[in-house]
């Protein structure tokens, strides 16, 4: 990373390992997890680091852990079915093992089956195909378990975007099914993470629900400023350009440390400071600016399907009835409907992760979010 100052990472996608930052202390947990095989459950909004938190851990204990890391994103799952298929395939490709050993392990799932092993369109890796219709493809999950008696190797299995399982038709028969295979396997543990904070702490935490005390729950806080500031700083300087302590710090304050949003504001930041100079106040006001509109979409998608009231609900937060949203003056005032309704309103925000609940106290979490929604409905 010599002399390059920002890269494609900090407009949001996931740090390579040099841009990795802080997160120190839950760095040696996680890697304590991984060496010691314990389950673990990872939860922070989107944009958090999660991802790059288990990018930075699984090349850290490479070749230290007893456990081979196999990394699988299952968004794209629609059902059980689709996770049970995408977690066999994910097994297979990063395994390093042949097309022999994978022919004899899933032979023996079932004897009906006839598995064929094929290269995906980039010829990257494995795509699974059973020719038997009877072939059940809840199976699948004992696969790993398979693959390390057969192989002698450990697997720690990382599923990011977990939360999608909650979003399933059957959900809890799915859960309850993960759960049933998992935690019977010796050799096989699971990182799961999840950037859907109400659905992973209903999943997780929530004594009613087949992934009760799963594992060792972790919950990400922001990464100190102090530490953003340093990166910040040397980045300008690497570019030629500087930038002070106290506008960096700026920086970190007005997306109040979001990961993601402190890359990208400090980056369109040193994109308007012209060569060789300084970052300044209408600089940065021109890099809110931007980071607003380059996030539009995304907080288009996230209103498009919300309700008249919903919606007026959202700009009752916004102009500060925190607390208060239940009073008839503040019902009329926003045209919220009946008491009965505001309950409705409020647990449906809170179960799509647009406003966060603290002692009864409402609040839209996501900063830049907020922001655009001011300027949008204030």
């Given at each position: 990373m010599e002399g390059i100052a920002w890269s494609l990472s900090d407009m949001g996608l996931s740090p390579c390992t040099c841009d990795f930052i802080g997160r120190e202390e839950e760095t040696r947990h996680l890697e304590s997890n991984f060496t010691y095989g314990i389950n673990t459950v990872l939860i922070s909004p989107r944009g958090w680091g999660k991802t790059s938190l288990v990018d930075h851990v699984r090349e850290s204990v490479f070749g230290k852990c007893p456990f081979k890391v196999v990394y699988l994103d299952v968004f794209t799952c629609k059902s059980g079915e689709d996770l049970c298929g995408a977690l066999a395939s994910a097994v297979i490709a990063q395994s390093g093992e042949d097309h022999e050993i994978w022919d004899s392990i899933i032979k023996g799932l079932r004897e009906k089956a006839v598995p064929a092993l094929t290269l995906d369109k980039n010829g990257n890796g494995f795509h699974l195909e059973f020719s038997s219709e009877s072939f059940d493809p809840w199976d699948l999950l004992s696969l790993p378990e398979l693959?390390?008696?057969?192989?002698?190797?450990?697997?720690?299995?990382?599923?990011?975007?977990?939360?999608?399982?909650?979003?399933?038709?059957?959900?809890?028969?799915?859960?309850?099914?993960l759960r049933g295979v998992w935690q019977l396997q010796k050799y096989t543990r699971y990182c799961l993470a999840g950037s859907h904070c109400h659905s992973m702490t209903a999943m997780f935490q929530d004594s009613s629900m087949p992934f009760y005390q799963f594992g060792d729950v972790m919950h990400l806080g922001r990464i100190p400023s102090d530490?953003?500031?340093?990166?910040?700083?040397?980045?300008?300087?690497?570019?030629?350009?500087?930038?002070?302590?106290?506008?960096?710090?700026?920086?970190?304050?007005t997306v109040e440390r979001y990961s993601a949003y402190v890359r990208q504001l400090a980056c369109f930041s040193f994109m308007y400071t012209p060569e060789g100079g300084s970052a300044d106040g209408e600089i940065l006001s021109k890099a809110v600016g931007s980071l607003i509109l380059s996030n539009e979409p995304q907080f288009m998608q996230v209103i498009e399907p919300l309700t008249f009231y919903q919606m007026n609900f959202l700009k009752a937060i916004l102009c500060g009835h925190v607390k208060d949203y239940g009073m008839e003056s503040v019902r009329t005032e926003f045209h919220l409907g009946s008491s009965s309704n505001i309950s409705r309103l409020k647990q449906t925000l809170i179960g799509k992760d647009v406003i966060d609940s603290n002692m009864r106290e409402l609040s839209i979490p996501n900063p830049v979010f907020r922001m655009w929604l001011s300027r949008r409905l204030l």
């Open positions: 693959f390390t008696e057969k192989t002698g190797k450990r697997l720690m299995i990382c599923m990011d975007e977990f939360q999608q399982v909650g979003n399933f038709s059957d959900t809890f028969s799915v859960q309850a099914k530490t953003w500031v340093s990166f910040i700083r040397e980045r300008f300087h690497q570019g030629g350009k500087s930038i002070g302590v106290s506008l960096a710090n700026d920086i970190c304050s």
